[in-house]
Structure formats: C-alpha cells, structure tokens
C-alpha cells in the first residue's frame, strides 16, 4: 500500500512562508493524482490544491497566487510552498493521493475537490500562523 509522511509543519508569522513536504513510498508515486487538503476543529476537510502525473494544478480560490503545488518524481516527494500565510491559513495540513477510474476532464472539473475520492492520506503537519 502507498504511504504518505508529511513534514515542514510549524508556526509563522503573518505573511510568512513555509514548504511543507510529503514522501510518499509503496507505489511510484507518478501513476497518482496528489493533493494538499486542511482541515482546523470543526470543519470539514477542504482541498487546497492538486496535481496530476502530468504536471496539471489546480487551486482553491483562497490560495491562488500564494500556495504552489509541485513534485519531484525521482524523489517521490509532493511540496507545498506557502507564501504569504494568514492567520485563516492555520489548519493541519494533509497529503493525499487518487488513483481515479476517470477522465482527466471529469476529474479536473470538479472531483479532485472532494476528499472522497482519495485513497491514501498522510497524518498531518501542523501549521499555525500568528499575527
């Protein structure tokens, strides 16, 4: 089975940055579709961003123009550079991989937001930002 170890949790200050690392083992990590999801008390876990093994991104409108997805294939590590953090950014951050039975169209059009169609997670990485 594939597994998922997220790292580069911490605390920051407002408009700060952290890169946050997921290494995932198992299976090449190149045949999934991976994501960033979050989640603070209460709330349901939401997507912040995806990518597929073709390089293709996708963002939540709350992190456009601050967070980047990206992957190292030789590495098989997912990253998630964050950038001008807010204090609304605070959640545990969780790395996820999909395997979907879909088109890349059906999946890039609306499922890759929805945690139900991921089959693997990480624990979580904790981030706080203060200001």
């Known amino acids: 089975q594939m597994q998922l170890v997220e790292s580069g949790g911490g605390s920051v200050q407002s408009g700060g940055s952290l890169r946050l690392s997921c290494v995932a083992s198992?299976?090449?990590?190149?045949?999934?579709?991976m994501a960033w999801f979050r989640q603070t008390p209460g709330t349901e876990r939401e997507v912040v961003a995806a990518i597929d093994n073709d390089g293709n991104t996708s963002y939540a409108d709350s992190v456009k123009g601050r967070f980047t997805i990206s992957q190292d294939g030789a590495k098989n590590t997912l990253y998630l550079q964050m950038n001008s953090l807010k204090p609304d950014d605070t959640a545990m951050y969780y790395c996820?991989?999909?395997?979907?039975?879909?088109?890349?169209?059906?999946?890039?059009?609306?499922?890759?937001?929805?945690?139900?169609?991921?089959?693997?997670w990480g624990q979580g990485t904790q981030v706080a930002v203060s200001s």
């Open positions: 996820a991989a999909a395997a979907p039975q879909i088109t890349h169209g059906e999946w890039w059009l609306l499922r890759w937001r929805s945690s139900e169609e991921y089959n693997y």
């Open positions: 198992g299976y090449r990590f190149s045949n999934y579709c």
